[in-house]
């Protein structure tokens, strides 16, 4: 909902009374009868200057006039020439930690209408000295993106649900960051008490009619754990339940998927059950494969990552061989999140009380 326009000329101002509320837009507008200091925002330092007669120029720039408290995305600001109160449009943003300003904009818009908006609110957020502008479209407002386009904005990232499209303001360095570099990947390493692992097939990919037998594999959610996504691919893959133990190892690898780099995590579980009901979407075949039989498997032995993950898995199930443990805490904003760490070891350190 847009903020009711107001106008008052110079004359009418020493009768208007003092904190009338707006019932139409829910505005708060503060008059105070002259010569009192207005009360209408930012203004210059009264003074002797000021005209001690009503009909005689007050002063050219007042801003802030009104404090709306819809959620629209306009704004408006007040400009005072010689004869009497204009309102300028400006699209409502907020602050960021970092100097810019975040415009989420929700309703429906005219593209004319928002370009001459954000050609406004681009020359008032330039006087500020602000630095990013981020402008959040959903996408019914997929109408607006050559407008923003056309007075510099460049697209920053895409969801499903919206656009994000982002400016950088000052002639400098621009040190706004980047879309987010990586996907992130597990492999789950699942063996049973007779030492035997949790393999299977695929329908797609490139391991498609390979005759190749792989650990479940997946990708990991936004806003999931790594811990909780390995346990999630296995059931969704296999049906078997699993217990999270550990992060075995991780490799890092470049233009994976669509120019992306890719994080992937090998980790270790533990199963819960052995009943395999094997997910018809994207998986051929399941079973539960001696650990070296697996290890043996041609392809795993020419591919020199496949057979050192192999080599790994194989000495945590023989050897004394340590990963990654999760330990929950919490960010310093107070997020959960999980450290991963070599507790054996940490715990060995804590006891006999050497750190160096």
């Not at 002259?34 to 925002?41: E, H, I, Q």
Request: aromatic letters at 8%.
């Amino acid at each position: 909902m847009l903020m009711q326009r107001f106008r008052a000329t110079s004359k009418l101002l020493p009768h208007l009374s003092a904190n009338k509320i707006s019932p139409v837009s829910s505005s708060l507008v503060l008059h105070h009868p002259y010569p009192k200091r207005p009360c209408l925002g930012t203004l210059a330092p009264y003074s002797s200057s000021w005209p001690k007669d009503p009909k005689d120029k007050l002063p050219s720039l007042i801003q802030d006039m009104s404090v709306s408290t819809s959620s629209s995305s306009v704004a408006k600001q007040a400009i005072m020439p010689e004869d009497g109160v204009e309102q300028i449009e400006l699209l409502s943003a907020v602050e960021d930690l970092h100097g810019g300003v975040v415009v989420d904009l929700k309703e429906v818009m005219d593209s004319e209408v928002f370009s001459s908006l954000l050609r406004a609110s681009m020359s008032q957020w330039k006087q500020k000295g602000k630095k990013g502008v981020w402008i959040k479209l959903p996408i019914k407002l997929s109408n607006l993106v050559d407008a923003a386009v056309k007075e510099g904005f460049r697209y920053h990232h895409a969801e499903p649900d919206y656009l994000m499209l982002v400016r950088w303001i000052p002639e400098t360095f621009d040190t706004l960051p980047a879309n987010a570099s990586h996907r992130v990947g597990i492999g789950a390493f699942v063996m049973n008490s007779e030492r035997k692992i949790l393999v299977v097939q695929e329908i797609n990919g490139r391991f498609k009619d390979t005759g190749l037998w792989k650990m479940p594999t997946g990708v990991v959610n936004e806003g999931e754990d790594i811990c909780a996504a390995a346990v999630r691919e296995v059931k969704e893959e296999t049906g078997i339940e699993t217990e999270f133990v550990e992060i075995l190892a991780f490799r890092q690898s470049h233009k994976s998927f669509f120019q992306k780099s890719d994080l992937f995590f090998v980790c270790m579980l533990k199963p819960h059950s052995s009943d395999i009901e094997t997910q018809n979407l994207e998986i051929a075949a399941a079973q539960w494969m001696p650990v070296e039989e697996y290890a043996a498997q041609p392809f795993i032995r020419k591919n020199k990552m496949f057979d050192y993950v192999a080599e790994i898995c194989l000495a945590k199930s023989d050897k004394d061989y340590a990963g990654f443990f999760p330990m929950r805490t919490t960010t310093s904003s107070g997020k959960r999140s999980y450290l991963y760490y070599n507790n054996r070891d940490m715990a060995n350190i804590q006891a006999t009380g050497d750190h160096q």
